[in-house]
């Protein structure tokens, strides 16, 4: 399928407020800066976003900010107007503020992820990082009372020069505390910060790839799920099998899935961008989400990339990273090898088997999660959350039509010359079989992972 451009966005990043607990060293939020009052959204704001987002068909909202749980009636009520919408929801929380009471009553409201902050297992670094002592330990109670609570946690560690020996061993803190997964997030450095190089935020390739081969170390001894939620350049990665749970994710503001939305309503392709495109209580949401066009349409995809094979997959790493060091969100992204650092490409499907037994009629069905939305020509397939692909619309119909009369179907009525497209929905989690045990979620493709298309 060629590239096309989204009518809405299908994630939003909310900031519900302005308001935060801690003062990270390394935060992206650029009017942290500006000192003063500190604002967050009302109850009525709330309602106007929800609606925005519902006539847009949005499928997935992250609440953020500042931190959330210090507004907490506000997360709370958010959190159940999007839910009443039929919107997935997640939360971004340090976790400090959480108490049982508090954790019990999002769970009942609907909240079943939360993205907390744990920079190391060592409290002395982790505390200077968040610039608050005593963080530590009321974040890690903060993960045992979201576990206690049935609410799934993933730590994000963001890895800079200060904390990236800590990888592993986070890592296997993260696991001990029930956390699902452990992100490594590649810092990316705040538009705030004047001179970035040789600071912290400035990372060596070695010391990249030292971070992800700890990331993988520790799923191998551990068990946890791994990533990163800001992609890297994949001629960085080179062995994309080895790295595979880095591959895939890209750059959602490129990829034209996401839309940042602060607590003033501005509204920003990536998360870490100043500039602001608009204001979508005066603008309206699909108003402001057009004037990314630049991002969506791949003005800023750095020109050595343009000729890669591999471009529509890795986006040309971080474009706000290639900002704060380069200078120009056209320039290469700093941890950027070149086509010469590519040795192993990407294996989709792992279990070459396996499409012979799609072919010998195994029988499918498609979960009742799957959300579908109608664009100019195509469609757009919510697997779960966050993770949205394109499909041709004879693929949506014909999916759409087994979800809603809960039938089953094989590859011969899907279509025997797509058979690979089925195994591609499989591994995706788009559908499921009760033929076939993949259980182990890990063996798929990870679930953010859209190779099939390009932004
Ligand atoms: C801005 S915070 C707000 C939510 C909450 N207060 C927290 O700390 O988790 C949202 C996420 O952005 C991440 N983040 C902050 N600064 C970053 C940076 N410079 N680069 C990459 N991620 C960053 C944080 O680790 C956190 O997971």
């Known amino acids: 399928m060629t590239d096309r451009i ?26 942290r800066q500006e000192g003063g009052h500190r604002i967050s959204l009302s109850n009525d704001s709330v309602d106007r976003l929800v609606k925005m987002f519902v006539d847009a068909g949005v499928f997935h909202v992250v609440l953020s900010g500042g931190e959330p749980l210090c507004t907490f009636d506000l997360l709370e009520y958010a959190l159940k107007r999007l839910k009443e919408g039929g919107l997935t929801v997640s939360c971004n929380s340090n976790l400090m503020l959480a108490t049982d009471e508090k954790m019990r009553r999002l769970r009942e409201a609907g909240l079943d992820h939360v993205l907390t902050s744990l920079n190391s297992h060592d409290p002395a670094v982790n505390d200077y990082m968040v610039n608050q002592p005593g963080a530590f330990n009321r974040i890690i109670a903060g993960i045992e009372l979201a576990r206690r609570n049935d609410i799934r946690v993933s730590a994000n560690m963001i890895v800079c020069r200060q904390n990236m020996d800590h990888v592993y061993q986070t890592g296997r803190l993260a696991a001990n505390l029930g956390c699902q997964r452990i992100f490594g997030t590649r810092v990316v450095p705040c538009v705030t910060l004047r001179d970035v190089h040789g600071t912290d935020y400035d990372m060596e390739k070695k010391d990249a790839l030292y971070v992800l081969d700890e990331l993988v170390r520790v799923k191998d001894d551990a068990g946890i799920m791994i990533g ?5 350049p994949l001629c960085l990665l080179g062995d994309l099998e080895r790295y595979a749970d880095f591959v895939g994710r890209g750059c959602p503001a490129q990829r034209g899935h996401r839309m940042n939305i602060n607590a003033n309503g501005d509204g920003h392709a990536c998360v870490h961008e100043s500039i602001s495109y608009g204001n979508v209580f005066q603008e309206g949401l699909v108003a402001v989400w057009r004037k990314f066009r630049e991002w969506h349409a791949g003005e800023y995809l750095h ?56 072919k010998q009629g195994v029988r499918f069905r498609v979960p009742q999660r799957i959300r579908f939305r109608r664009e100019d020509g195509y469609c757009l397939l919510n697997i779960r959350w966050a993770n949205t692909i394109m499909v041709e619309n004879s693929v949506a119909q ?21 058979s690979a497209l089925l195994a591609e929905l499989y591994f995706k989690d788009a559908v499921e079989s009760d033929d076939i045990a993949y259980d182990d979620e890990r063996s798929r493709v990870g679930l953010s992972a859209d190779l099939t298309v390009s932004r």
């Open 6 to 31: 989204f009518s809405a966005p299908t994630t939003i990043n909310l900031e519900l407020t302005e308001i935060c607990n801690s003062r990270c060293r390394h935060c992206y939020n650029f009017w």
């Open 228 to 232: 990163s939620l800001v992609s890297y």
């Open 303 to 358: 020109a050595q990339c343009r000729s890669c094979a591999f471009e529509h997959v890795c986006n040309s790493g971080c474009r706000m990273s290639a900002l704060a060091l380069n200078g120009s969100l056209h320039g290469p992204d700093p941890l950027m090898c070149g086509p010469e650092g590519m040795t192993k490409p990407y294996k989709l499907v792992y279990d070459e088997s396996f499409h012979l037994r799609v």
């Open 398 to 418: 014909f999916l759409e039509r087994h979800k809603d009369a809960h039938t089953t179907f094989d590859c011969a009525e899907f279509g025997s010359e797509r």
